[in-house]
């Protein structure tokens, strides 16, 4: 299962531990907890000249999902995994309606900020706010593991596909024209192309083949633009025709579309990988290509630490994934710093409290709740909203502060433990 973080009496990282033996430590009053999530213990005494394990942290960063992996490079264990869920699309459905309440009050005549144009500037590397909290999201988290484990390298996925490779397979350079990786490559791409399913009748969760829209025998070629995903039976079906004359001209069309999707998810990425240099530590990246060759190679199932844990070229032969229980880490932000806020209309009717906490407490702690009586008695754990009165809401229902155990402050983000196993496949 997951290590536990160590740390000596002066907070420098140690090797991560069993929690059998963080326990034991626990038990016998030579450590303490110093945080929950991920889970650390401070040791009540300072560790001279520790002997170290080559730790790397990598990173399979996503639109929705990025996988974190710590793995040690010599023995091929994954001492910790996570997975981090982003709020991108909460952000940006955030800024849409405050566009649109900007506009109706201007368009209205009512009192209204007046838009800016000429006065704003975008500073180079300048990503949209969606985009950004994904790089904030894990820069956070590489700082946090990196201040509580002795990581001394990082592999990166950079890009998703091999963009190079894929708009001219005749490319020189035995390795992209024979090597295991390049149908990898070009799968990788298809599949975020395609959408995971058959082009022609829409299957899914079904076994695909790399079929040309126009046929080689009809002069079609192996360039990327001219290859789509089928079912075996359509693929059968179709035989020497086009897709136009197959009758899906709609597919021949998308798929002369240029790689502008790839440059986009791409993006963030490229951010990442500037903020990732400046951390000093040695730095590796990898495509999704190999990622998907490492994990199948090495018979581990689909999940996004699973995938983090075989970026790179420097992924050991064997992973040792068994027990393991990745930490699910979701991104909710800190709260709204809008003070004045309005219906739906745009019009004023509520000011926020300027207090962020309350009898000791703040929305987004992480607490257990202990009722002994009423209609909710019961242990209760979760995060909380605190209201300005003794009456909390948690868990969809209302508790007394008096009745609360802190757990984890506030940091911007939910925590919970997938609780099933990586099992090889069969």
Known sequence: MSKVFVLDTNRKPLNPCHPAKARRLLTEGKAAVLRRYPFTIILKREVENPILKPLRLKIDPGSKITGLAIVNDVTGEVEFAAEIQHRGQQIKKALDSRRSLRRGRRNRKLRYRAPRFLNRKRREGWLPPSLESRVDNVMTWVNRLSRVCPITAISQELVRFDTQMMQNPEIN????????????????YLLEKFGRKCVYCGQDSISLE???????????????SNLTLACSSCNSAKGSLTAMEFGYPEIQKMAKMPLRDAASVNSARWALFGQLKDTGLELEVGTGGRTKFNRVTRGLAKSHWADAACVGASTPEALHVENIYPLLIKAMGHGKRQRCRTDRYGFTNRHAPRAKRFMGFQTGDIVKAIVPMGNNTGVHVGRIAIRFRPSFRLNEIDVHPKYLIPIHQSDGYDYAERRCRNSPVA
Do not use: D, F
Not at 173 to 188: C, D, H, K, S
């Open 210 to 224: 790399i079929e040309h829209i126009v046929p080689r025998i009809k002069g079609g070629s192996n360039r990327v």
């Open 173 to 188: 350079g035995v390795e992209y024209q024979q090597g295991e990786l390049a149908g990898y490559e070009v799968r990788e």
